[in-house]
């Protein structure tokens, strides 16, 4: 099967270009001008742009166990048609994958199931590290700790577990890292103040700076001590960012850090406009740390840009404070947010890929994935930048039926999504005929 894209404007590795892309079967073939062969599809670029599909480092499609809320083949469907061609998932599932046979079992779901491509990551808690030690570097994306955040038989609190995890880990450790203790003390006294009836906006103040860089600040700590190989997952606030560096280049990285999209979008102001729907764990924080954190992700002290895609149902948010869960769903509207802020004039798009495509493939050594190269796997998206369209509920496809970005509109438009030289995806339509791959890494 051979696939062109015609006089497209290409976006990769720092440099935007017009060219042809020929896709042979599920690779790519071709990078040139006019390139001219009798192929079985031809795709007229001209007006779009040509980008590596996103690779989202940090997802919970709910599968198994929580499938009223989402499932690896409704999300995996929502993330194709918002660019997204690879995902890797978080292990807090029902069962909970603390073990290798279970975490197998999540990768036979996928193989069936995802429409994109998949990892997962292996869970630890207080009483599983032999099961994680077992973890195979070269065919999962790393091992998720929960420091600090109530997860039930996922929270590790215990100091020697995670002396022992961080000190043995031969691959990337993935944390979570919010204090217990802290919050604990900041719901005590937000509730001695308000009742049961504790407004959202307080949900900073619970779980609040100094929750966040407590068990942060522990993390970095653990990783310089062993020198670990730390990745810190969604940092919230313009405290954390100290603990980072931007000096070296991301492959010579040994701690890394990702920002998530409703940290780069919200802020506290709009807790009354949105409420629930947008609680969030790490909370959504002040206008000054979400400003913060834009500019830490352009000077490189954020190395990636990931979703925390998190659905619920809207019965679950629509409730008081403590009943609400946090999370909420983004797959779809993650880089139809991040062409926004290229809209605005924000960002450049060579950033947007460098820290959507380019960036997490190189913090998890992903194997041929993440750039437009020749022999790499042909996951690829186009997006017409001059193409408004509005978040309504008849074209959210998150499985919960809702987004935080209802009545949005965005200025750019995913066309096309190809899932290893597969087009998945365009101009709405889905073709279901091929499943993603599960992601292989050079390690």
């Given at each position: 099967?051979?696939?062109?894209?015609?006089?497209?404007?290409?976006?990769?590795?720092?440099?935007?270009?017009?060219s042809d892309l020929l896709i042979e079967?599920?690779?790519?073939?071709?990078?040139?001008?006019?390139?001219?062969?009798?192929?079985?599809?031809?795709?007229?670029?001209?007006?779009?742009?040509?980008?590596?599909?996103?690779?989202?480092?940090?997802?919970?499609?709910?599968?198994?166990?929580?499938?009223?809320?989402?499932?690896?083949?409704?999300?995996?469907?929502?993330?194709?048609?918002?660019?997204?061609?690879?995902?890797?998932?978080?292990?807090?599932?029902?069962?909970?994958?603390?073990?290798?046979?279970?975490?197998?079992?999540?990768?036979?779901?996928?193989?069936?199931?995802?429409?994109?491509?998949?990892?997962?990551?292996?869970?630890?808690?207080?009483?599983?590290?032999?099961?994680?030690?077992?973890?195979?570097?070269?065919?999962?994306?790393?091992?998720?700790?929960?420091?600090?955040?109530?997860?039930?038989?996922?929270?590790?609190?215990?100091?020697?577990?995670?002396?022992?995890?961080?000190?043995?880990?031969?691959?990337?450790?993935?944390?979570?890292?919010?204090?217990?203790?802290?919050?604990?003390?900041?719901?005590?006294?937000?509730?001695?103040?308000?009742?049961?009836?504790?407004?959202?906006?307080?949900?900073?103040?619970?779980?609040?700076?100094?929750?966040?860089?407590?068990?942060?600040?522990?993390?970095?700590?653990?990783?310089?001590?062993?020198?670990?190989?730390?990745?810190?997952?969604?940092?919230?606030?313009?405290?954390?960012?100290?603990?980072?560096?931007?000096?070296?280049?991301?492959?010579?990285?040994?701690?890394?850090?990702?920002?998530?999209?409703?940290?780069?979008?919200?802020d506290q102001n709009d807790y009354e406009?949105?409420?629930?729907?947008?609680?969030?764990?790490?909370?959504?924080?002040?206008?000054?740390?979400?400003?913060?954190?834009?500019?830490?992700?352009?000077?490189?002290?954020?190395?990636?840009?990931?979703?925390?895609?998190?659905?619920?149902?809207?019965?679950?948010?629509?409730?008081?404070?403590?009943?609400?869960?946090?999370?909420?769903?983004?797959?779809?509207?993650?880089?139809?947010?991040?062409?926004?802020?290229?809209?605005?004039?924000?960002?450049?798009?060579?950033?947007?890929?460098?820290?959507?495509?380019?960036?997490?493939?190189?913090?998890?050594?992903?194997?041929?994935?993440?750039?437009?190269?020749?022999?790499?796997?042909?996951?690829?998206?186009?997006?017409?930048?001059?193409?408004?369209?509005?978040?309504?509920?008849?074209?959210?496809l998150y499985k919960c039926g809702w987004?935080?970005?209802?009545?949005?509109?965005?200025?750019?438009?995913?066309?096309?999504?190809?899932?290893?030289?597969?087009?998945?995806?365009?101009?709405?339509?889905?073709?279901?005929?091929?499943?993603?791959?599960?992601?292989?890494?050079?390690?």
């Amino acid at each position: 099967m051979l696939t062109l894209i015609k006089n497209t404007t290409i976006v990769n590795e720092g440099k935007i270009f017009r060219s042809d892309l020929l896709i042979e079967n599920d690779k790519i073939k071709d990078i040139s001008k006019n390139i001219e062969l009798k192929v079985d599809y031809i795709i007229d670029g001209t007006d779009l742009h040509l980008m590596p599909g996103v690779i989202d480092d940090q997802v919970h499609f709910r599968e198994p166990g929580l499938t009223h809320k989402a499932t690896i083949y409704t999300e995996s469907k929502a993330a194709i048609a918002g660019g997204i061609t690879s995902f890797m998932e978080m292990p807090n599932t029902q069962p909970q994958a603390l073990t290798q046979e279970l975490l197998e079992k999540k990768y036979e779901l996928a193989s069936n199931n995802s429409l994109a491509n998949y990892s997962f990551f292996m869970g630890a808690s207080n009483d599983n590290i032999q099961e994680v030690l077992k973890t195979n570097p070269k065919n999962v994306a790393a091992i998720k700790v929960f420091m600090g955040s109530s997860t039930g038989n996922m929270l590790v609190d215990n100091k020697a577990v995670l002396e022992e995890l961080f000190s043995k880990s031969k691959m990337l450790i993935a944390v979570h890292c919010e204090d217990e203790k802290t919050i604990e003390k900041n719901t005590y006294l937000a509730r001695k103040k308000y009742g049961e009836n504790v407004p959202i906006s307080e949900h900073s103040n619970i779980r609040s700076v100094e929750a966040c860089f407590k068990s942060s600040s522990l993390a970095v700590k653990l990783a310089k001590k062993y020198n670990t190989r730390l990745h810190l997952f969604h940092i919230s606030t313009e405290k954390e960012i100290n603990l980072l560096e931007n000096k070296i280049s991301l492959g010579e990285k040994k701690i890394t850090a990702e920002v998530c999209i409703h940290h780069l979008w919200f802020d506290q102001n709009d807790y009354e406009k949105k409420g629930t729907l947008i609680k969030w764990n790490p909370s959504i924080k002040k206008s000054s740390d979400k400003e913060a954190l834009f500019q830490a992700m352009l000077d490189d002290k954020l190395d990636v840009i990931a979703t925390d895609h998190a659905p619920h149902t809207l019965n679950e948010k629509n409730n008081t404070y403590f009943k609400a869960p946090s999370g909420g769903p983004l797959v779809q509207h993650a880089l139809p947010v991040m062409l926004e802020f290229f809209s605005s004039k924000k960002i450049k798009l060579e950033k947007i890929v460098e820290k959507m495509c380019h960036n997490p493939a190189i913090c998890f050594k992903i194997k041929k994935r993440g750039f437009i190269r020749k022999g790499y796997y042909a996951d690829l998206v186009l997006v017409d930048l001059k193409k408004p369209w509005k978040v309504k509920k008849s074209n959210i496809l998150y499985k919960c039926g809702w987004s935080p970005f209802e009545g949005q509109i965005f200025n750019s438009n995913i066309t096309h999504t190809f899932i290893n030289g597969h087009l998945a995806y365009k101009n709405g339509k889905f073709n279901e005929e091929k499943k993603g791959m599960r992601l292989k890494f050079n390690r």
